[in-house]
């Protein structure tokens, strides 16, 4: 299976701040059929991005919201962090059988 | 407005059964994957079962192989996840989710709340 490694496990930064989150795959990941999700404490899971050759926002998903990357490295951008930002995001790949997670990044205000 | 209800969990002594139920509405449920995902106390997703369309599909992580059991019932919008065997380890807040999509290669656009099973004596 498909092991996703997230980078970095928390990421301490400001509201009005960038933030920049990986992940690396350990095989090529098909189609770039990988998604983000946010998941915020005692709530489900919600995606925000997900890839079909190029990366698409979500229903909903403000565009300061992007993700990039293809093969095996993959990058989600937030580009001014705002309060209601801060959770943990997971990367996703469903490309392969079975489809895997990452175990997720959290972005905490510093 | 889409809606995915799980129930069914609770606590459970290792070896014993349950089983998770998640009611759908808002969308065409019979034309789709449904899947379970897991999560532990304090850790990551895990994908665990996937069932297609008309049940006649299903997938499972190798963790749960044999021990659960995916269906479902279209006449009433509802996906189970019949657990059996079970181990201090599945003890987790269970999701279910739905692509929506005929396609097994899809994200989850739709989750559930979860329900939460805990194994231990």
């Known amino acids: 299976e498909i092991v996703l490694t997230q980078s970095p496990g928390t990421l301490s930064l400001s509201p009005g701040q960038r933030a920049t989150l990986s992940c690396r795959a350990s095989?090529?990941?098909?189609?770039?059929?990988l998604a983000w999700y946010q998941q915020k404490p005692g709530q489900a899971p919600r995606l925000f991005i997900y890839?079909?050759?190029?990366?698409n926002r979500a229903p909903g998903i403000p565009d300061r919201f992007s993700g990039s990357g293809s093969g095996t490295d993959f990058t989600l951008t937030i580009s001014r962090l705002e309060p209601e930002d801060f959770a943990v995001y997971y990367c996703?790949?469903?490309?392969?059988?079975?489809?895997?997670f990452g175990l997720g990044t959290k972005v905490e205000i510093k | 407005e889409v809606q995915l209800i799980e129930s069914g969990g609770g606590l459970v002594q290792p070896g014993g059964s349950l089983r998770l139920s998640c009611a759908a509405s808002?969308?065409?449920?019979?034309?789709?994957?449904m899947h379970w995902v897991r999560q532990a106390p304090g850790k990551g997703l895990v994908w665990v079962s996937a069932?297609?369309?008309?049940?006649?599909?299903?997938n499972y992580a190798d963790s749960v192989r044999g021990r659960f059991t995916v269906s479902r019932d279209n006449a009433k919008n509802t996906v189970y996840l019949q657990m059996s065997s079970l181990r201090a380890e599945d003890t987790a807040v269970y999701f279910c989710?739905?692509?929506?999509?005929?396609?097994?290669?899809?994200?989850?656009?739709?989750w559930g709340q979860g329900t939460v099973v805990t194994v231990s004596s």
């Open positions: 989710a739905s692509p929506p999509s005929t396609s097994v290669a899809d994200p989850f656009f739709f």
């Open positions: 808002g969308f065409s449920f019979s034309d789709f994957w």
């Open positions: 069932i297609y369309n008309d049940g006649t599909r299903t």
């Open positions: 095989q090529s990941v098909r189609n770039n059929y």
């Open positions: 890839g079909y050759d190029t990366f």
């Open positions: 996703q790949q469903y490309g392969s059988s079975p489809q895997t």
